[in-house]
């Protein structure tokens, strides 16, 4: 059975950092590039960022650029996203995914296997 299990959310005032983990089971994890997804109250989905599977390339939103990074290391099947600088604006549920193949995708429909999602909320 495929899992990806997210954790490090929680509450932070604003200017603050958190280091999220996703650890994905099964074989889902294995060549496929992965990304973190967030849905803030009230709104679409939105791309955070996406690292391929050697982790060659990334991509970030415009909104995080500069602020977040995200990495993995394949052989504990764990992809993280460090946010730093956070911002009110960043408050959302925040759900990793694995894509359909190595590459780091930027669409959020290019992903197929999702986590439960983890709550960051940013006070002002």
């Known amino acids: 059975q495929v899992q990806l299990v997210e954790s490090g959310g929680g509450l932070v005032q604003a200017g603050g950092s958190l280091s999220l983990s996703c650890v994905v089971s099964?074989?889902?994890?294995?060549?496929?590039?992965m990304g973190w997804v967030r849905r803030a109250p009230g709104k679409d989905r939105e791309f955070v960022a996406a690292?391929?599977?050697?982790?060659?390339?990334?991509y970030y939103a415009d909104s995080v650029k500069g602020r977040f990074a995200i990495s993995r290391d394949n052989a504990k099947s764990t992809v993280y996203l460090q946010m730093n600088s956070l911002k009110p604006e960043d408050t959302a549920v925040y759900y990793c995914?694995?894509?359909?193949?190595?590459?780091?995708?930027?669409?959020?429909?290019?992903?197929?296997?999702w986590g439960q999602g983890t709550q960051v909320t940013v006070s002002s």
């Open positions: 995914a694995a894509g359909r193949s190595s590459f780091a995708r930027v669409g959020v429909n290019e992903y197929d296997n």
């Open positions: 099964g074989r889902t994890f294995s060549g496929k590039g």
């Open positions: 690292i391929s599977w050697a982790a060659i390339n990334t």
